[in-house]
Structures are given as structure tokens and as C-alpha cells.
């Protein structure tokens, strides 16, 4: 079972709409949560880190449920530049600082 | 602010030849983070390293070597390489000592094992 899952999609949205993406992990020590953007042939970027508590990044809002052990990422008014893959990212408590990936989740926003 | 940088950008190689990734960060990271990127797996974590001189597995390391001697430089080594290991490489630092985890990346090494 991989740690980290995400729906691969495509979305495709129109500019303006609100889109959410969720993940699941596998590991019940997961510690920290993070979103990470990868545009095509590029290098992931962090994006927002996830708190217990919810967090929220000008469009961006991510939300941690670690009772059901998922966590999502809801952009609204989407931009074109919006348009890229999104990695849910879990980093497991005593594993030497490893991260796990998702396989992403890809967006396109269109005009 | 150079930050995190690889090389070479590309490498194509013939099957059987020994390759050797660089990877170097100007931000004195205790961790450095080796990665490959194939479709429909993701990012795999192939090496790691707390510090220099340490340095552990991750979940594919056959077939790599890894060293770490000074804190800055991180070389990722295929001692033979083979076609399965044509993908994309990222290296990636931490400075988890401070608190902060995120992981930053270095712009990638694309690897053609022909």
C-alpha cells in the first residue's frame, strides 16, 4: 500500500472556478503535511505546509483530518498560472526526516 | 542566492558506464535528499544524508552510491548503469535542525541510459 495517495485527475476547471484536491496517507505516525507544486519538466516547490488547524495562503486553504487521515487542498478563483501538478507530501515521525510523495495531482486551468 | 543546483542538467549514457550526479547547496542544510521521478510512481527517495558523513537508504537505493563529505555537496554515483534508471534526478535539501522540514529541490538531472 503506498503511503501517500492521491486522485491523479486531470481537472480541468475554467478561470475563476474553485477546485479541491485530496489525499490520503497510510501512515497513522505521519507528523507533518505539505503541499507541493510541480510544473511540466520542472522541480516540485513547496507550496503551503498543512497545520493541525487548518491554514490558508491567499487562495489557497489546506485542511488535516488525522482522524480519517487525509488532507486537501481547495484553491478558489483559479488563475491560469494555476495550472501544474499538485503533490500531497507526508513526512513520517522517526523515519529520518523522509518525505513521501504523492503521484500528484494535475490541473489545468482554462481561459 | 545560488541555493541548490545540479549537474549536469543532461546526460545521456550508454548502458555499462559509471555516472556520477552532483549536487551542491549554498544554504549549509544538514540534509540532503536524493530523488528519482518516473511516471506513475512519483518521487522515490533513493539516498539520504543527516550530515556529512552520514548517509542512509531510502526506498531505491540498488544500483547508486552516495557520499557525503563535505556538507555542501551531495553526488549521487550509478556505478553500471542500466536502462531502468533512465528517469529524472532531484536533489533536494532540509534544514530540519531549525524546525522547518520542507524540502527545497535543485532543478533536476535528466538521465538517458541508452
Known amino acids: 500500500r503506498k503511503e501517500v495517495e492521491q486522485d491523479p485527475g486531470p481537472f480541468n476547471v475554467p478561470e475563476g472556478a474553485t477546485v479541491a484536491f485530496n489525499c490520503t496517507y497510510s501512515?497513522?505516525?505521519?507528523?507533518?503535511f505539505f503541499w507541493y507544486r510541480q510544473d511540466c519538466r520542472k522541480e516540485p516547490k513547496l507550496l503551503m505546509s498543512?497545520?493541525?488547524s487548518g491554514n490558508e495562503d491567499g487562495r489557497f486553504t489546506a485542511q488535516l483530518n488525522r482522524a480519517s487521515q487525509y488532507i486537501s487542498l481547495l484553491i478558489r478563483d483559479s488563475k491560469l498560472s494555476d495550472s501544474a501538478t499538485y503533490l500531497c507530501?507526508?513526512?513520517?515521525?522517526?523515519?529520518?526526516?523522509?518525505?513521501?510523495f504523492g503521484t500528484g495531482t494535475s490541473l489545468t486551468v482554462i481561459p | 542566492d545560488a541555493g541548490i543546483t545540479q549537474s549536469p542538467r543532461y546526460k545521456i549514457t550508454e548502458t555499462g558506464r559509471q555516472v556520477t550526479l552532483m549536487c551542491h547547496q549554498t544554504?549549509?542544510?544538514?540534509?540532503m535528499f536524493w530523488y528519482r521521478q518516473d511516471l506513475g510512481h512519483g518521487l522515490r527517495l533513493i539516498y539520504y544524508?543527516?550530515?556529512?558523513?552520514i548517509t542512509d537508504k531510502g526506498e531505491v537505493p540498488d544500483g547508486y552510491v552516495v557520499s557525503r563529505s563535505k556538507t555542501e555537496n551531495f553526488p549521487l554515483t550509478l556505478e553500471s548503469a542500466t536502462r531502468s534508471q533512465t528517469s529524472v534526478y532531484f536533489c533536494?535539501?532540509?534544514?530540519w535542525g531549525s524546525g522547518r522540514p520542507e524540502q527545497y529541490f535543485g532543478p533536476g538531472t535528466r538521465l538517458t541510459v541508452t
Open positions: 544554504w549549509s542544510h544538514s540534509y
Open positions: 498543512v497545520y493541525s
Open positions: 544524508s543527516a550530515a556529512a558523513d
Open positions: 507530501v507526508v513526512k513520517v515521525r522517526d523515519t529520518g526526516n523522509q518525505f513521501y
Open positions: 501512515n497513522s505516525a505521519s507528523q507533518s
Open positions: 533536494a535539501s532540509s534544514d
